[in-house]
């Protein structure tokens, strides 16, 4: 199917039932129908009149953040988020363009919200036609050193090698580039305790292209050099001299990486459901947890974020309207967290938010027992 078949195909299962308004957040800044959920579903069904050439259509388009909010309450299942990435991705239009920011005015946008400038930066990285990241800035402000281990002497768990004992595939670990930006010296520890890649080899080549073809690209509105790096990435899976292998990955920006047509054999998984996490020794007992942090063990025993701050671990998408309401919303989270100290699985919070420790600081190179 093409991209805008696509987006009729998610739209088509809207009944404009309305249950979905309550949970938006740009419908419930504006109460206006065109930033609503179901007001948006109306102008993607318009799509085939060119309605993107619709100064104020092109406007409430933009203005959505794709935090799938909305998603859960939908009765039949429309993915309004994913709907308006693949139109903005169907059109080839970069979401800046939507609504024509100035470069000030976009500078002044992310300046509200870090996590929006490091995923730009990040993109920023990936040069076209550049095959490696530029280098990390140096320093690493907001997480230290890998959380202290159980003392097991577990050896790690080289990616390409077969563990004894379980049968299991070859694993992969994968840091990602916001993480790699954010704190590059915990990425340097992971690689030293989980057995990540030599680099220059194959495997550190495949961990590259995959970080490429996670959606920071699309995010930023450059969907060939998206399309691009996602075929490169289907190329190297396809002659991995490792054969299949499990994908961890070590940040929440790499989740997408589960939409890829994956070869036979391979699977993605976040690293927490394959090694352990280390108890913590010197969290504050007014620790809570973002979204996407798991609710077994040690981590679902802290209090969590209530649910109107989920919004603001939305995509970074660089078009005035959406990055107005996401710099807003995550000032509120900044508000609530004030005095509290944030866990994370999400690369983005780290330089939003102080006292914020990425739960890949817990990560210990032992497989997790299975019942």
Request: charged share 25%.
């Amino acid at each position: 199917m093409s991209g805008l078949e696509d987006v009729r195909a998610e739209t088509d299962r809207c009944t404009s039932c309305g249950l979905c308004l309550a949970s938006c957040p740009t419908f419930a800044e504006t109460r206006a129908e065109g930033d609503s959920p179901r007001g948006r579903v109306h102008l993607l069904r318009l799509a085939d009149l060119n309605l993107d050439r619709d100064p104020v259509a092109r406007d409430h388009l933009a203005g959505c953040i794709e935090c799938g909010a909305c998603h859960d309450p939908c009765p039949t299942g429309v993915r309004v988020a994913t709907a308006v990435s693949l139109h903005r991705h169907a059109l080839r239009t970069p979401p800046s363009a939507h609504s024509g920011p100035d470069a000030a005015a976009l500078r002044e946008l992310l300046a509200r919200d870090p996590g929006a400038a490091l995923a730009v930066e990040a993109a920023r990285d990936l040069r076209p036609g550049d095959p490696r990241p530029g280098d990390p800035r140096p320093g690493d402000p907001r997480t230290g050193d890998l959380r202290p281990g159980d003392g097991s002497g577990h050896r790690p768990v080289p990616a390409g090698t077969r563990q004894r004992g379980d049968g299991s595939d070859p694993v992969l670990p994968v840091p990602g580039l916001l993480l790699r930006r954010a704190a590059p010296s915990l990425v340097a520890e992971l690689d030293r305790r989980l057995g990540g890649p030599a680099p220059g080899s194959t495997g550190a080549d495949l961990v590259h292209a995959l970080e490429r073809s996670a959606g920071l690209l699309r995010d930023v509105g450059r969907y060939d050099e998206h399309e691009r790096a996602v075929d490169d990435v289907l190329r190297r899976l396809g002659r991995y001299p490792g054969g299949p292998a499990t994908v961890l990955t070590l940040d929440l920006s790499l989740g997408r990486l589960r939409d890829l047509p994956w070869p036979p054999g391979w699977r993605v998984l976040p690293a927490y459901d394959w090694f352990d996490l280390a108890p913590p020794r010197d969290v504050p007992g007014d620790a809570v947890r973002e979204h996407g942090v798991p609710g077994v063990g040690w981590p679902g025993r802290l209090a969590g974020l209530p649910a109107e701050h989920a919004a603001a671990g939305a995509p970074v998408l660089p078009a005035r309207p959406a990055l107005a309401t996401l710099g807003r919303l995550v000032a509120a989270q900044r508000d609530w967290l004030a005095g509290r100290t944030l866990v994370t699985w999400d690369a983005r919070s780290l330089p939003r938010y102080r006292n914020t420790i990425h739960l890949a600081s817990f990560l210990v190179p032992e497989r997790r027992s299975r019942a």
